[in-house]
């Protein structure tokens, strides 16, 4: 049995087998919760990332999590919003799913999720709320994870989840 939880936090305080990093392609760090995330796991983090040789968009790629409560961090690349018709919704799933793909081959039963694209990269937060959720459905139904974590990092952001998770019937 799945929980999917929704939880207003700073995702770095989550002791869980994974956290996701919002990350861009080259893996080197950022600033929103790829700084937040490399700021608390330590400089050990970016050596480790600068040997992935970058991410494309859409994929996830796998880290320890050194300083972090988190075991691991799974690295993902959210779309850029260019008004929604370049595929950004596929990217956008692409990258949730791929983040569950990585979590499953290394046996992870807990993962928590911040917003995807919804920071600098300017997704609209309620449709991407939306695909992480349905996804996140999907993959509980499919079975092996304890908990699958949804991260606002505000109370507007929370309400926006929270809606999303009534209006599909989640939670
Ligand atoms: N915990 C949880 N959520 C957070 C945290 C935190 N500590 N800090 C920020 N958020 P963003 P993106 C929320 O911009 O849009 C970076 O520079 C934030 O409020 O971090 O995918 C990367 O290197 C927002 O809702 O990621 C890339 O260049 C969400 O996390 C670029 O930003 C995502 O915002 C990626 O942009």
Redesign the pocket.
């Known amino acids: 049995m799945t929980s999917i939880e929704i939880i207003q936090?700073?995702?770095?305080t989550l002791a869980v087998d994974a956290i996701v990093n919002?990350?861009?392609n080259t893996l080197l760090?950022?600033?929103?919760?790829?700084?937040?995330?490399h700021r608390a796991a330590g400089p050990q983090l970016v050596q480790e990332c600068s040997a992935l040789g970058g991410c494309p968009t859409g994929e996830a790629k796998i880290t320890k999590g050194y300083r972090l409560p988190a075991k691991h961090v799974i690295h993902t690349?959210?779309p850029v919003w260019h008004g929604g018709d370049k595929g950004e919704p596929r990217l956008l799933e692409n990258a949730y799913r791929n983040c569950f793909r990585v979590a499953r081959h290394h046996n992870l039963t807990s993962i928590a999720f911040?917003?995807?694209?919804?920071?600098?990269?300017?997704?609209p937060?309620a449709d991407g709320a939306k695909i992480a959720l349905s996804i996140a459905s999907e993959e509980a139904a499919k079975g092996g994870f304890e908990r699958i974590i949804f991260?606002?990092?505000?109370s507007q952001?929370e309400k926006v989840y929270r809606d999303a998770a009534a209006a599909l019937g989640i939670g």
């Open positions: 936090t700073d995702i770095t919002a990350a861009n760090g950022g600033g929103g919760v790829d700084g937040a995330i690349v959210g911040p917003a995807i694209s919804a920071g600098v990269y300017g997704y937060m991260v606002p990092f505000n952001a």
